[in-house]
């Protein structure tokens, strides 16, 4: 295996976010405890050399003083102390033998996450079906990528983020940005928006004058501010416009789609001056946000990219809809020089939704209810058929069923801190602790981990070889560049001696390598198909974009010539909004509609980001983004103590008073713990189609606060918990 490393250090990929950066890794001269490697960004087409603040510190995590380096068990005065590896291992299968027993093989449940390698994701849904022998498992990409997803198969056939390389967007003309703020979420990405900006073409879709919106001013754009919660009317409006302004591509239409009749009608209702009345987005700018799209598709190219504020709604799945529809309305997908996509969050989210750890899905992004691909697992897995189980519970269902009578009673949790992260996260730790018994596996204290029975150490991203896949559907080594602690296991490891003690069918090597051979005849006819890829090729720099089947050169462009439905069309659905009594009632008696999100400094739940002094310093907690004018009717000053709450929680922070968002709009960043969690206030209702909970539209009142928010550091409440 050709490990990329030399003197100068080992090419690697970023740990963060789907961009999958790269850079190279380099271990200090005189290894020790307290010494940091150095990190280097790396040309590559993505990030052409950056790379952001998080990816520039990445390398503070593999040092810390929290690391977890022993497992960890919980006594009964609550505290965790080291256990060796053997005793953890043997009271895990002990545990899990007496809940299966007791109360059936899917009292046992499994959660995963979308920063896992694909071999740990491919190995964590198999070891799940097999070695566990439950159908409970679900993933934090319910809560990212699932709406997109739904929308992407259900009009294409087919769930890639990008059909298309990034660099694509270089020479775009015009590019549609919505609930996506890429400035701070992915600050690398901004390079490739450089042509649509200097042509005028940058059109931006978010409640806030982000980062990304800046880019906008001084003509190089526009900025869209809908109401919270209206872009699926707003996207219905701009169908209209192009309908009734001539503006469709009738060719493309015609011999490439299906249902436009349909379509067509379920707009006619949307004109320009009710959308308006809807969204408060002006009716010149809906008209111009249409013909510059339009326009666009022959001056270098026009494309749609939708990102997690449209998409994180109980109808999330019909606005990503929405927006294909209006993509293929213009004859976008399937361009050479245009297209549609989605802009894929977590690091792995591509590649671990596709391997086996969603709740209905097995390898190769096949339907666990379709008996031909159980036929195939089965066979790559030398079982019967039979063993597989069958479809699990979507993940807020999964987190819902914790403790309960008939729910899971024994828990897995393997890159992921839904104390923090999942949709009304109290009820959440309240069924954490509900339960016979928690595992979670990390490498510091989260608050999850805090809540856990036995915690296991795992390694790190520079640790660990295997493979990503980044949010082009490009599938990327990750090469081990220091050595881990002694103590840390990978999950691959774990696996195999848990299996081994539960008398598991089927093998579980520890070894990545191994693992991929076995995902590659695992995927293979899939829709996700990886067959063609080894280590050697990716090791030789060769883009390898799936699918990429045995004998192919992969396939960097998506439906250039087909859609991925049988008859190779994409279809047109008409969707519209519906009133829904899962979703708050935004602005009623004076409250305001919480909108969450990222910041530039930190990454997902913070569990990572928080441990690193330069992010944790630059924003060491939580402030809530209010308009001047909604802070002055409340007596609010700008630093000053609030209080956010609604039915499901309170939250405790400071002010911060800013012109960037509306007026009966406020913005709190997710990031954060405790009376910080902006997850105490979302609500775990889901879009019906994908599970995706709604994150980005609650109700509620914001008032002065008479005491001082808590300043407890949670990066030392690690270290303590871990020492």
């Not at 969603?358 to 390898?363: I, T, V």
Request: net charge negative; glycine share 10%.
């Amino acid at each position: 295996m050709k490990k990329l490393t030399t003197a100068a250090g080992t090419d690697t990929h970023c740990p963060y976010c789907a961009l999958q950066c790269a850079m190279r890794v380099t271990p200090a001269a005189a290894p020790s405890p307290e010494a940091t490697p150095t990190i280097e960004g790396r040309d590559f087409p993505t990030n052409r050399g950056g790379l952001c603040r998080k990816g520039w510190t990445s390398a503070s995590l593999l040092g810390h003083p929290g690391r977890v380096t022993t497992p960890l068990l919980r006594g009964t005065d609550g505290i965790h102390r080291p256990i060796e590896w053997d005793q953890a291992l043997d009271l895990i299968a002990d545990q899990v033998k007496q809940t299966r027993t007791e109360f059936g093989p899917d009292a046992v449940g499994v959660f995963g996450g979308g920063g896992l390698t694909n071999e740990k994701a491919y190995q964590l849904g198999k070891f799940t079906r097999l070695a566990l022998g439950t159908s409970r498992i679900d993933y934090n990409g319910r809560f990212c990528m699932s709406s997109a997803a739904a929308a992407g198969n259900r009009a294409f056939g087919l769930d890639r983020g990008l059909p298309f390389p990034l660099a694509d967007l270089d020479t775009a003309h015009t590019v549609l940005m919505l609930g996506s703020n890429v400035a701070e979420t992915m600050p690398p990405f901004v390079q490739h928006l450089q042509g649509a900006r200097a042509a005028g073409g940058l059109i931006v879709v978010d409640p806030r004058r982000t980062a990304t919106a800046d880019f906008t001013a001084d003509g190089a754009g526009l900025h869209l501010q809908p109401v919270p919660a209206t872009d699926l009317a707003l996207l219905l409006g701009l169908s209209h416009i192009v309908i009734h302004e001539g503006l469709v591509d009738e060719s493309f239409i015609a011999s490439r789609t299906t249902g436009y009749q349909a379509l067509a009608r379920s707009v006619s209702s949307w004109w320009p001056e009710r959308v308006q009345s809807v969204t408060g987005v002006p009716v010149h700018l809906l008209r111009e946000t249409a013909r510059r799209l339009a326009e666009g598709v022959s001056r270098g190219g026009s494309y749609i990219l939708t990102g997690r504020g449209v998409e994180q709604h109980v109808d999330g799945t019909d606005t990503a809809t929405a927006a294909i529809n209006l993509a293929l309305l213009l004859g976008l997908p399937g361009s050479a020089t245009s297209g549609y996509g989605t802009l894929t969050g977590q690091g792995n989210g591509q590649g671990g939704r596709e391997h086996g750890q969603k709740a209905d899905q097995l390898p190769g992004y096949r339907k666990i209810t379709d008996p031909a691909a159980r036929a195939h697992v089965a066979k790559v897995w030398g079982v019967d058929p039979s063993v597989i189980p069958g479809p699990g519970l979507p993940a807020v269902e999964l987190l819902a069923s914790l403790g309960k009578p008939d729910g899971v009673r024994t828990f897995f949790i393997h890159g992921a801190n839904v104390a923090v992260s999942a949709p009304n996260a109290s009820e959440v730790v309240k069924g954490l602790r509900s339960l016979d018994f928690l595992v979670v596996c990390d490498f510091v204290m989260s608050e999850t981990a805090r809540e856990a029975d036995l915690v296991l150490p795992v390694l790190q991203w520079a640790e660990e070889e295997g493979t990503i896949t980044n949010l082009e559907g490009r599938v990327l080594r990750r090469r081990a560049a220091v050595t881990p602690p002694a103590g840390a296991r990978s999950e691959l490891w774990i696996f195999s001696e848990l299996a081994r003690r539960l008398d598991a069918p089927s093998t579980f090597s520890p070894d990545p390598e191994t693992v991929f051979t076995e995902l590659r005849a695992a995927s293979a006819g899939g829709l996700s198909d990886y067959s063609g890829i080894d280590y050697a090729l990716l090791d030789s720099g060769a883009e390898a974009y799936w699918p990429y089947p045995t004998g192919s050169q992969g396939t960097p462009r998506l439906f250039l010539e087909s859609f991925a439905h049988a008859d190779g069309r994409a279809v047109l659905t008409p969707v519209s909004p519906a009133a829904t009594t899962a979703r708050d009632a935004l602005f009623a008696d004076s409250t305001l509609a919480l909108v969450t999100g990222r910041l530039l400094e930190h990454y997902q739940s913070g569990a990572q980001t928080r441990h690193v002094p330069e992010l944790a310093g630059a924003v060491p907690h939580a402030e809530l983004l209010i308009h001047p004018l909604a802070a002055a009717a409340r007596g609010i000053a700008d630093g000053g103590h609030v209080i956010i709450a609604n039915g499901r929680g309170t939250v405790r922070c400071t002010a911060k008073l800013s012109t960037a968002i509306r007026s009966d709009t406020v913005f709190l960043p997710f990031h954060f713990p405790h009376e910080e969690n902006a997850n105490l206030l979302t609500s775990a209702a889901v879009d019906p189609i994908s599970g995706m909970p709604e994150f980005k539209a609650s109700s509620v009142t914001v008032t002065a606060a008479h005491s001082t928010p808590s300043t407890a550091d949670p990066a030392r409440a690690d270290l303590q918990e871990a020492s």
